[in-house]
Each structure stands twice: as C-alpha cells, then as structure tokens.
C-alpha cells in the first residue's frame, strides 16, 4: 500500500475512444479520503493540442463515477463544446471505510461535506477532494485549464455542485444543477447527512446548505437549475422553492426551469445535458 | 401463472419521460419463449398524435432490454426523427429456463436463433420472437407503423439484425448493424451457438449466417456497418471482412465504415447511434 501513497500514482483502468476524444477511468490514492477513489474523465478532441476547460460533474445518492458517464450523453457535446469533463465518485469507498446499512448514508453518500464526526471524519471528506486534491491532481497530469474550471451535480451531487460554488467562485467560473436538493438543512436527506457528518448543532451546517450560502453571498454569474415536474422527491427532498426565494432575496441571477413531465431519473439528465454543457461552455470557452 | 399467458398480459415495469418522448420497460409472457421477457420502448414525442415507423435493437452477449436503453444515447436522435425503438432481451431467462456456465452460451446469449436442439430448443426461440411475437405485440397495443419497420444491432446483435433483415426484406425496411458477428460460422462464438443451438450438422446453420444469405439474396437497400478499429473481437469473433467479400459477389449496397481507435463498448455505439437513426429514418419516414 505505501507505494500507492505517491502522487504519481494514478492508475488507468479502462479508456475508450469517444466521439473522437477518449473517456476514461482512473483509480488513484487519495490523501483526503484515506483510501482509493475513482473518477472518470473526458478528454475532448480539442485536448490533443490544448490544455481545455474542464467541468465536474457530481453524481447523487448511492452512484459511482460510472452512472453520469455511461448514462448521461454528455461526451457528445463535450466534444463539440472543447470541454474535458471529471466525474469523481459520491464517497469514500473500501472495507476500512465506515458505512452504514442505509443507501442515504455512509458509502456512496458523502453529501461533499467534511465530516468532523466519528466515526466519519477520517475518511468523508468529499469537500475537499472535490474543490482541492482532485483538481490538483487532474490538472497535473492532464491538459486541463486550471482558470477555466466549473462545476454541476444532479441531486445530493447538485447540492454539492451548489456548495462548491458559492463558496469558491473563484476558482469555479460556471455552475449548474439537475434536481438538486436545494436546502438540505430543510431535508430529510440533508438532516440526516449533516447531523451524523457535522454534529447536532446546525451552525456549521449552513456552509453546506447552498439556499443559507447563497443568500449571503452569490454567485458571480448566472445559476442553471433543471427540475423535472414528476420527481418524487421534489416535495419532501428537493425543495428548489426555497433556493429560489433564497437567490429573489440576494437578486442571484438564476434559470430555474421546472421541467414539466420529468422525473428524477438519468433519462432526465441526458434531455437536458445538452443544455448544461453550453451553459458552462459560454462562460469557460470565453476568450 | 395462467392468468400470464393471455394476450392482454403486457405489464409496465417503469416508465420516465425522455426528450419529450416517453421511454418504458415492459414485461409479458410469451408463447415463442415460454418465460416472462422483458422489453423496452421509446415512443417519440410524435407518437402521440400518429403511429409512428419502429426500429428494433438487438443488444450483445450478456446484454439484458436496459444496456442499449440506458447507454447508447438514441432517444434524442428518435424523438427528432420520430421514431419508436424497440430493445428486446437477448434470450429468455428463469429459473425454469435451461443455463450455461459461460457467458457466451445460454442465458444472455440467444444468438437469435430457433434452437432445434435439446434441452434448448422449448424455450431458445429468440429468431420468431424477434420476428414475430413481439412485433405484434408491440404493433396492438402501441402506435406503431407495421409497415415501416427498421432493424439494428450491436455483435451478436448486429448478426442477429442482419439475419432478420436478409430473411425478411418484405418486413424490415432498412438495417444496420455495430461491429456485428458478420460471419458467425467462421467464429468461435458462432459455431459453438450453432452446435448446440441447431447441432451438429452445418446445414440449418446457413439460415442463420448473414455472410451466406447475403451472398444469396441481397437486400433491397443499402446496409450500413459501423466497425471499431480497435474493437478486440474483431480478427476472431467479427470477421467484417468475409460479410463485406460476400456483399461484393452479390453486388448488395453496401456502407462499411471501419471507424479508427473505437473499441467494441457502449461509447462507439454512443459515438455513431445517431448516424445510424438517420439512416433508417431517411429510409422509414419516407412517404
């Protein structure tokens, strides 16, 4: 194991050449997490004789990094736009790492949070794999354009998407969201995640809960939110109301769309992908 | 059970909207297989106000109805085409249903042949169940235009599209295939289905070998072939070559496209789907 400890440990699993530009799955020890992790990236044609933009894609609740990149059709555009994409997985995963016997919850749950709570705070620390060691790891090793970095999720990934942005929008330029659960403190999901991750008090949950950041402070930029009418999670989980009246109080520019007939499924993400690519492409393309 | 075998038995597993269109997965009994099989269709956004011309998916070994629905990106290319596509399992499966230890053989494996063989040959009728069975079950209870009926597939499936095809032009208006076992008596995977499918003797395997029915009756259109370069079945298992040789005696319009780096996955199919749709559209769309 020690030798997987260097950081020119970066293993290639598999690659396949598509849409002229080449995907591809990457296992590599991660210093935040304390474990092995995995994510996809996309490497557009343009990438053979140019560092590129690059978007993160963050996936939901119990998805690897394989879900959004075998099922959302994203490369095709991402080809077209000149964009490299980065699909991390949603946690830390391995034997040694806590679980729980929920799907919400533990592996394949991270909520993109530091935990700070035994037995958790070893390993779940998807916050800052996320926003720091991955990206300095791809753009080490890969023709990626640091300054031109942004950032969608759909789900618990598009509130981490939301999160990372608010809090870091100088290092992500662009930002977009398919269904995410939009005020966690305010969700059963988030609720769970963040009393079990962060502790019983709720004053360090509000940096993860994008509705409190972005009423203090928004993006610089215009926010893209898809939200399919007929997901079953809209309601209870969701709660895209409040991130909207969140963003009216701090005037954040916002293009929520509420999808009539969609549900919470990657069938709704592959409609709309296209979309959400030239949202990011149109800011991170710009000369 | 008895209930299951009426004709009325076509039972909506899941169902989620998709590009305007709607994409579902059925389940019903059948006669032809003798086991419950699953499908999948896409009905376009057209569809709801007149029938529409239907193509069918033929998936590859080990492939169930949801890998080429979930992966291969074609629902946005039917619903700007106005097609239907049909994805059927790739043999019947059960309990009850006889299995091989392999993967290439058995469940997951039809081959798209009527087996003649014991113990295969009661349930392994995956030819006249694509052929026929489902298409009138499709064709009653959806809007579906009989007579515009297109057929497509990926290696196994790519044999079994063209198999189809070939034996049935006044039924299939227009094929193409992905990397497609073209020569299936000159392959490994192909003549051990055959054996134990059809037996010993190679006679009946000739109905079942789109190299040796092409060479005898052409089909009425152009045949469109994507094949990866560095697709790894392609020198033992695919064999393009000798299908491309028998087009040629027998002057069968022919578009072969060797297409450089792809491999046999999901991604080229991703890559080229929509070129695909476009050639049948252009052929089942037409007045």
Redesign the interface.
């Known amino acids: 194991m020690s030798s997987s400890h260097s950081t020119a440990n970066l293993q290639l699993e598999t690659q396949?050449?598509?849409?002229?530009g080449t995907?591809a799955f990457y296992r590599h020890w991660s210093d935040c997490c304390q474990c092995q992790m995995k994510f996809s990236l996309y490497l557009p044609p343009q990438a053979q004789h140019q560092p590129v933009p690059v978007l993160y894609f963050l996936s939901g609740l119990t998805c690897t990094a394989e879900n959004f990149t075998?099922?959302a059709?994203a490369?095709?555009f991402a080809a077209a736009l000149g964009l490299a994409i980065v699909a991390p997985d949603t946690s830390p995963r391995g034997e040694q790492v806590p679980d729980d016997a929920g799907w919400d919850f533990g592996q394949g749950a991270g909520f993109y949070v530091d935990a700070t709570e035994p037995p958790w705070q070893q390993h779940y620390r998807m916050y800052s794999y996320v926003t720091q060691e991955l990206p300095h790891l791809v753009q080490t090793h890969f023709p990626l354009r640091g300054d031109r970095q942004g950032i969608c999720g759909h789900s618990m990934g598009g509130h981490g998407a939301l999160v990372c942005a608010l809090r870091n929008p100088q290092q992500y330029r662009s930002v977009s969201a398919f269904a995410p659960i939009a005020a966690p403190m305010q969700s059963p999901w988030g609720q769970q995640a963040f009393r079990r991750y962060l502790g019983e008090d709720p004053t360090p949950w509000q940096a993860y809960d994008a509705s409190e950041l972005v009423q203090r402070s928004p993006f610089p930029g215009e926010i893209l939110i898809d939200q399919?009418s007929?997901d079953s999670f809209l309601t209870d989980h969701l709660k895209p109301d409040l991130f909207v009246a969140a963003c009216q109080r701090s005037r954040q520019a916002l293009n929520f769309r509420m999808q009539p007939?969609?549900?919470h499924?990657?069938?709704?993400i592959?409609?709309f992908i296209g979309d959400h690519l030239r949202h990011h492409a149109q800011v991170l393309t710009q000369s």
């Open positions: 396949s050449q598509s849409f002229g995907i075998t099922k059709g490369q095709q399919g007929e007939g969609y549900d499924s990657y069938y709704f592959a409609t």
